[in-house]
Each structure stands twice: as C-alpha cells, then as structure tokens.
C-alpha cells in the first residue's frame, strides 16, 4: 500500500507543475476543484484518476507477488545441539534471506514450562519479566549481529533439566517459529548411568502405552552424617535407566551398578541406592528413563536437616555406656542380695527342722 500512495502523490505533484490546475490533496488522491471545470473536463478527471487507481493496483499485486517470491523465514538447526552440564551452548535462530532483527520482537520458549519463556527482547531491549526463573541470569541474545538477523540464543551453565525442545518464535513476521532439540549429557558420566549426549526426555505416558509410572523414592538409613535412599521402578516394559539427580541438577552416583532382572512376565524391576551428603537444598530428584521412547517420570524428596546428623554425640555415646554400666552394676548387685538372703532363709528353716525333730 505504500508503494500506492506513493504513486498517486507523485503523480498528482508531477500533474500541478505540468498543467497549472489548482487541487486540494485528501490522503493519497488529489482531488480536482470541481467548481470551476465543465461536465467533459470533469469526465475526463475522473477516468485519469481512474487509471491511476490500476495502475496503483497493479503496482500493489507486483509487489505483493515479489514478496512471495522471497518471503522472510525463521531457520534454525535441522540437527540437534549438543550440551554438556556446566558449559555453554548456542541455539542457531536466523531470518532469511538475511533481514535486520533489530526492530523485531524475539522469544524463545519451552512449550512443556510454566511459564514457557526462557528469553524476551521486545522494544529493542531484553525483556525478561516473565522469564522462566530457572533460566534468570543465563541466558542472551548476540545483541551485534541482530542487525544480520541472527536472533541465536546463548545459555550458560547448562543443566540436565535444559534438555529438550526449544522454540525460536518472531510474532512480528507473520508469527514464524522453528523449533531446535538441545541434548545435554555430563561430562565424564559413566557408561552404566546416561550418556554424554541424550535426547530430550519428557513424559509420554499419554502418548506411549507402556510407558513407566513414578518411581518409589524413599529413605532407608542412616549412616556417619550420610543418609541412604532407595529408587526403585518396576513392572517396566521397556529397558529403564534409573538415576538420582540433586537440586543442581547433577547426577550422583550410585552404590551399586544397575540391574535389570525380568519378572516372569517379561516386564523390567529396577532397585538401585544412593548414599547422600547434606546439600543446601536437600531435595533430590529419582528419575526413570526410557531412552528408546524417549520418556522420563521423577519423584522428589526433601531429607530433613537432623536426618544428616549423628544419632548422639560422641560425648553422650561415653556417657550413655558409662551410665549403663553403673545401672547394670546395680542391678546385679541387687539381684545378688536378693538371692543371697533367699538361700539364707532357706538355710535356717532346714535347720530348725532338723533341731525340732521335725
């Protein structure tokens, strides 16, 4: 439509140099006296504007079809991005053919959160209000090249918790998307818990008939200021990875490799134990994995601070066994008077007995 007005104002202008009549312009269309011009003149004005207006039209269409012809895209990654916990990782988001994003508003979000934003530039500036407070403080856009059209995410200290799908979205061109799958794995893992790279895992029990339950968590024992929980699954169809997060996200480690007996009816049972320190949440995180249907259920549980502790001091344990040892000496010696006098009595009535013939 700008390419229209455009037009008919330069026209209408290039009209009152060349011919001299006098015109009132109204918006785009300059509109002739009309007071002082004959019904032919006026005839003849009207069909001018009239092929004006196709030649407006026509302008319009051809620039309509040029804009179809190399539309703006939002392209990202075709191949998963690779993260390891603790590093940093880039998303790729570009606009194609390359057009500035300056002016643009950008959102990256994570469908499966609440709230799903992980990243806001609105207005020429972040706008991070209702970002997702797990992400607060790691993530950024490369502010220097947006102006190229690249709108790539940048996350720092990458978590487990981040893997998964992304979603690159610009509402002011047409509300184009395109999403991009992170894989985040830890560095050094150990082959018998998850790998370095692992597919974005979330909850497919709707989806995926089979698919393992909430895992039991609970707590066993305790042990020198350690405690000891147990994670078990069972009645799995397909082949299950348990493991034991902390609030930071990191993997621990196991006290025993994992075991995956069948049942008699052929269904997975997975019992593993994990000794753990106080931490300064100390919410810890069960976890069930079934890679081959990319599925994840967890259970948390917070371990109260006195759980951490010793059962008594070293000092009450001195004096507990102190104080014992005296009650038990007591009660022995009581025991034994009580016997003694007993017998003694026993004693004297034989020998009254025996002195009066009885």
């Given at each position: ?60 269409l051809q620039s309509a079809v040029s804009s ?96 998964g799908n992304y979603t690159c979205y610009i ?93 008699s009816e052929g269904l997975y049972t997975v ?88």
């Amino acid at each position: 439509m700008l390419l229209c007005m455009r037009y008919l104002l330069f026209t209408t202008f290039l009209e009152q140099i060349l011919i001299g009549n006098a015109y009132t312009s109204v918006g785009c269309v300059a509109l002739p006296m009309l007071k002082k011009m004959k019904d032919y003149r006026m005839r003849g004005v009207v069909g001018h504007l009239f092929n004006r207006w196709v030649v407006c039209l026509f302008l319009e269409l051809q620039s309509a079809v040029s804009s179809a012809d190399h539309p703006v895209l939002v392209v990202g990654s075709t191949d998963p991005v690779r993260g390891i916990v603790g590093g940093d990782v880039i998303l790729p988001c570009f606009l194609r053919p390359t057009t500035s994003a300056v002016e643009e508003s950008v959102e990256w979000q994570r469908p499966v959160l609440e709230p799903k934003e992980v990243h806001l530039y609105r207005d020429c500036s972040d706008d991070n209000v209702i970002q997702n407070p797990s992400y607060s403080g790691r993530t950024s856009l490369f502010r220097e090249e947006l102006k190229n059209g690249n709108v790539s995410l940048k996350l720092t200290n990458v978590k487990l918790s981040d893997a998964g799908n992304y979603t690159c979205y610009i509402p002011t061109l047409g509300h184009q998307k395109t999403t991009i799958e992170l894989y985040v794995g830890e560095d050094g893992t150990p082959s018998s818990s998850l790998q370095p790279t692992q597919p974005p895992l979330k909850d497919q029990s709707w989806e995926v008939r089979g698919a393992a339950p909430r895992p039991w968590l609970s707590i066993v024992r305790t042990k020198d200021k350690e405690v000891v929980l147990k994670c078990e699954a069972e009645g799995l169809v397909y082949k299950p990875e348990l493991v034991l997060l902390n609030s930071k996200g990191t993997i621990l480690p196991a006290d025993e490799p994992i075991e995956r007996p069948l049942d008699s009816e052929g269904l997975y049972t997975v019992t593993r134990y994990f000794t753990v320190q106080k931490t300064a949440t100390n919410v810890f995180t069960c976890q069930v994995q079934q890679l081959e249907i990319k599925h994840m259920r967890e259970t948390q549980i917070h371990v109260p601070d006195k759980m951490f502790q010793e059962e008594y001091p070293l000092g009450w344990k001195v004096g507990i066994g102190f104080l014992g040892a005296v009650v038990g000496a007591v009660v022995g010696a009581v025991v034994g008077a009580v016997v003694g006098a007993v017998h003694a009595e026993k004693r004297g009535r034989n020998q009254w007995r025996v002195c009066s013939g009885l």
